[in-house]
């Protein structure tokens, strides 16, 4: 999903970025039309060879320096706010822009990208990367809603009343950004939204990408705050029961996408010894919920048999210290040789599981020792990837109850979130106010 936008009114391109290429700006000004207003940011004169549309160049030297304040400027007038606006730009440089802003971010890279390439944009965390005008527009008329872990794990409510369905609807999981439909197609009123599945680069393992359903910002970045996946995979670290069945289907659903349903065994990253196994516990709900119904035949579940699922195949025989805030060298020293497989794997084909990867060293430890112990292949499918690259602006905490000033918890309730006050004045508590607010009075305020 886009980050923070409660609705979608406006796009501003990175003139510049597309120089090369005015070919582009001309065709998604004709392509979008009258659907939302479009507006150029340029430093240069060559904007003449695109169709007349509302153009914005530096007033002054401070401009002219200074892109953000360019943009800002562009932003006002257009009397549009930020949480309705879409930046489109081809490069992380300028993708920088979007941090302190607060705007629907969107890459459209100039050329292919190495692996090198998409991790380090991947680790940007835009909203949308994509590689064809039919992908840009997809995503724009909200057809392809996002990642699919930060679609299902949005309230219902919200995603309805800002983009107009529901994530109940059994969405397309698609794995690249660049659908096969043509634009004519994607203006038809029977065409269906779909959700995203993204493949990205392992540079340790290149035979072995990541397939990531959503990214995950961590307790210290602005954003977690207001990103229902990040609350969920955080409060899921130590309460299974509100998001088990959740991840559960998400896993499902992911595994057939990467796979097309060819593969022999499904296995976990194991915990450590002395950590709850939380992954475990997302395997056993997906095998009683394979072995208690019959899939219809274009479900993504058909072709998963319980059998298939494994939770032991990998161990942790050696306990390691929490890897938070250690780089990549001293993760990848913790977690060597603490893996073993306990079962023959030889020429089988292995989806490994996790929740979130951000380095990748503990998972490609894992990786390493399949392949070792005869694995055909390994696929790894990941609820979350954790970029690392991108910090938006400290927002306004919403996490304050106005009452007492204690910090407010986050409670799950469905399919509901709410941040309330814990403490409680009779049998009402000071502050309870639910996430689809939160989200919106947040965001307009900017």
């Known amino acids: 999903m886009f980050y923070s936008l409660t609705s979608l009114r406006a796009l501003i391109i990175d003139a510049d970025d597309f120089g090369g290429r005015p070919q582009i700006i001309t ?12 507006a150029l940011v340029t430093r240069r004169n060559w904007i003449a060879r695109v169709p007349p549309v509302r153009t914005f160049h530096p007033i002054d030297m401070t401009e002219h320096l200074d892109s953000k304040i360019l943009l800002t400027r562009a932003i006002k007038e257009l009397k549009v706010p930020p949480c309705s606006t879409v930046y489109l730009c081809s490069s992380t440089v300028t993708l920088e822009l979007t941090k302190d802003l607060l705007l629907g971010s969107v ?50 409510r919200l995603v309805k009343a800002n983009f107009g369905h529901s ?40 035979e072995c990408p990541y397939f990531v359903l959503g990214r995950y910002f961590g307790p210290s970045d602005p954003r977690h ?41 499904i296995t976990q990253v194991p915990s450590r010894p002395e950590v709850g196994d939380r ?5 056993r709900i997906m095998h009683s919920n394979l072995s208690k119904q019959t899939q219809p035949a274009d479900s993504p579940h058909a072709r998963t048999s ?45 989806v490994l599981i996790d929740d979130i990867v951000t380095t990748g060293a503990t998972i ?32 306004k905490s919403i996490n304050i109850c106005t009452e007492c000033g204690e910090r407010l918890g986050i409670t799950f ?34």
């Open 107 to 156: 890459v459209f890279p100039n050329q292919p990208l190495s692996d090198i390439e998409k991790h380090l944009l991947y680790q940007e965390s835009p909203d949308f990367v994509v590689d064809s005008l039919d992908a840009l527009y997809k995503c724009l008329s909200i057809l392809d809603t996002g990642y699919a872990a930060e679609v299902a794990s949005s309230p219902d």
């Open 225 to 265: 705050a207001l990103h229902a996946l990040s609350l969920r995979l955080s409060h899921f670290k130590h309460h299974h029961s509100p998001h088990s069945q959740l991840f559960a289907n998400l896993f499902l659903r992911g595994i057939e996408a990467a796979t097309g349903g060819v593969f022999d065994l």
């Open 27 to 38: 065709d998604i000004i004709k392509m979008l039309g009258q659907s939302i207003e479009v």
């Open 413 to 446: 309730d469905s399919s509901e979130l709410y941040f309330e006050c814990l403490k409680q004045t009779g049998d009402d508590s000071h502050s309870k106010v639910s996430f689809n607010n939160a989200f919106s009075e947040q965001f307009q305020k900017i």
């Open 306 to 350: 319980p059998t298939s699922i494994q939770s032991d195949i990998l161990r942790c025989v050696n306990s390691y210290p929490p890897l938070k805030g250690l780089n990549l060298k001293a993760r990848k020293a913790s977690v060597a040789k603490v893996f073993q497989v306990q079962k023959d794997i030889q020429g089988k084909r292995i």
């Open 279 to 283: 992954l475990a516990h997302i395997l």
């Open 364 to 395: 490609n430890a894992c990786i390493t020792e399949l392949k070792s112990a005869g694995a055909a292949s390994v696929t790894a499918v990941l609820l979350a990837y954790h970029p690392y690259g991108l910090k938006a602006r400290p927002s």
């Open 167 to 206: 994530t109940t609807f059994s969405p397309t999981v698609s794995i690249t950004p660049n659908p096969k439909d043509s634009t004519a197609s994607l203006y038809s009123s029977s065409a269906k939204p779909t959700t995203r599945v993204v493949k990205l680069p392992n540079l340790q393992h290149p």
